[in-house]
């Protein structure tokens, strides 16, 4: 059974910085593209950073130059540095992949960037 467990959420001003990560088991880790998303009220998830199993990355727009996605394939974890967070930045983060023509999801950890 797959699963997808985030961490790391809080409370942190603006200008600051936090580390999300995510937990994954039930899959071989190597294979599948890992994601972080981000949802607020009333708005569908967006994609905010993704790294392939070669390493490849790709970021939103928005978050360029100040998160970085990475993996650690031993431990089956994948974190999102978040730096110089904004307030715009406050929203639900999720740990997402496809695997085995599946969408998988990890419930979400709330990030609250205060002014």
């Known amino acids: 059974q797959v699963q997808l467990m985030e961490s790391g959420g809080g409370l942190v001003q603006s200008g600051g910085s936090l580390r999300l990560s995510c937990k994954a088991s039930g899959i071989n880790f190597r294979l599948p593209t890992m994601s972080w998303y981000r949802q607020t009220p009333g708005n569908p998830r967006e994609l905010v950073a993704g790294?392939?199993?070669?390493?490849?990355?790709n970021y939103t727009d928005s978050v360029k130059g100040r998160f970085t996605i990475s993996r650690e394939y031993a431990r089956r974890m994948t974190y999102l540095q978040m730096n110089d967070v904004k307030p715009e930045d406050t929203a639900v983060y999720f740990c997402q992949t496809y695997y085995r023509n599946t969408n998988f999801w990890g419930r979400g950890t709330q990030v609250t960037v205060s002014s």
């Open positions: 790294i392939s199993s070669s390493g490849d990355t």
